[in-house]
């Protein structure tokens, strides 16, 4: 899984960045709101078909994701309501950018749909598998993955490999399921031993 195997490569950079905005008296709460902001911003650019800026919009979402955690950890502000809020905001961004992806390729309604449903159940999946076991984060497919995935496809398509959105989607809808399916499995196994 490329978030957890990455991230302490991904800490190098993400936690002196953190540290900078933590002086800064930016609070975390308003970070997440800020990434939520920029994922309706790329949703608004796919859907206007300016690739190049949804995929800014998209890669300034992802860095704010990554980085509201960590200034809260610098602030000592971690809190329960800031992971609940900071869950809450991931799943309206990505069902924000998968509508601007739909209306993007104004057709295909389904495989987003599909997607859609893939994503808000891996970590739908995960969190109430937690209630039974200790952890359930097995899988190919956490927030990162899917948006590296997407972001590729969006370069791709930049770049005139016409049909890469659309291929990324076929990926995403394939390897979302895939992980509820391994989450499912791992909590079946975990509550019979």
């Known amino acids: 899984m490329l978030s957890a195997n990455f991230r302490g490569h991904a800490d190098k950079i993400i936690v002196p ?42 890669v300034l979402s992802s860095v704010l994701d990554a980085i509201d955690g960590a200034v809260a950890r610098q602030l000592n502000r971690v809190s329960e309501f800031g992971g609940f809020l900071d869950s809450l905001t ?17 057709d295909h309604y389904l495989l987003v749909f599909i997607v859609l449903v893939g994503s808000l159940l891996v970590s739908y999946s995960r969190a109430r598998a937690e209630n039974y076991i200790e952890r359930c984060d097995v899988g190919i497919a956490e927030r990162a993955e899917r948006l590296i995935i997407l972001m590729i496809a969006t370069i791709l398509e930049i770049t005139g490999v016409s049909g890469s959105i659309y291929a990324g989607l076929i990926i995403l809808a394939v390897i979302t399921h895939l992980t509820v399916l391994q989450r499912v499995i791992l909590t079946h196994r975990s509550l019979r031993e």
């Open 90 to 106: 991931d799943r309206y961004s990505d069902s924000f950018v998968l509508i601007g992806v739909a209306l993007y390729l104004e």
């Open 17 to 58: 960045v953190a540290r900078l905005i933590s002086k800064s008296g930016i609070s975390p709460g308003i970070i997440t709101l800020l990434g939520l902001f920029f994922s309706i911003m790329a949703a608004g650019m796919f859907a206007q078909k300016y690739l190049h800026l949804a995929l800014v919009f998209l």
